[in-house]
């Protein structure tokens, strides 16, 4: 335990750096976005786009895997939205929103770093499918709601083109689809190309990782209530348990994912703090500043739900 405790360690002390360096006034709001604007523009679809080149499709794409992680956070998705709104007696957007943060985790910022730590070998594969999930479903059905739930009763052509374009314009799925090219294709870059996009891919974690301990240190925390609890414990408790749950279900029906560790992958996956778009898309919707606050409280809650989760995985470093 205390070694995995010294590894998840070194995770959050890169999450603090970024919050320090924030609060402190090193760097101020435009710093960080320039570092965000890095990792969102070049670093992770460098990651993606070698992730996906480099490997067969077949070695990329696990249907098992994807159609787990789809069932999963379809169905915590669903859940927290009516929990929100029936239990709560929240607002279609407010329950929107609530849904997306216990069903979206950070697979890119944080996922991607603590599963290389751990499990190299599957990183890659598992961020890879996760953002086809992410980027293909659960951030366009967010999106549609949202448009919904602010008076778009008619979810007209163009609203759906709308939000079509800004997903194929998003750089990592620009990363995604050229890296499917690459690997349909087999061609084998050149090394004056394959090296920069390394060099590149490789800058990713560290960088990510500060620029949510910089996010965090940005982001009001006046919106403190109740329901953070129920939202935290799905994200970062019931998410990862209901991978396993969805995945020995599927197993039984010969639908499961054959690899144990890609299994063990997925459910680390899932227990990520939601994704950094989650708060802003709450914020540009008007679903108020609480998801903002559910984000900071879910980072750091997560150092203590993670660590425990890798013990309980059996994992330590390759």
Known sequence: MLTILSLTGVIFVLIAIGYILVVSGAFDRNHMQVLTHYVVMLALPALIFRAVANNSLGQIINPAYILTYVVASLTLF?????????????????????????????????????????????????????VIVENLLLIPLAMLLAERSNGSEALNRAVFLDIARRLLLNPIMIGLLAGLVISISAIELPMVLSRPVDIIADSSAAVSLIVIGGAIAGMPRTS?????????VGKLLLHPMLFWLVSLGLASLGMGIADADLTRAGILMAAMPPMGIYPILAQRYGAGDEHAAAMVIMTVCSFGTITTLLWMLNLTTA
């Open 224 to 232: 403190i209530s109740g329901r953070l609890i129920p939202l935290s």
């Open 78 to 130: 669903i859940a927290y939205y009516f929990w929100a709104s029936r239990v709560c007696g929240q607002n279609a957007l407010y329950s929107t929103f609530a849904g997306m943060g216990a069903s979206s985790p950070n697979s890119s910022f944080i996922g991607y770093p603590i599963v290389l730590m751990f499990m190299p070998s599957l990183a890659s594969t598992a961020l890879a499918m996760n």
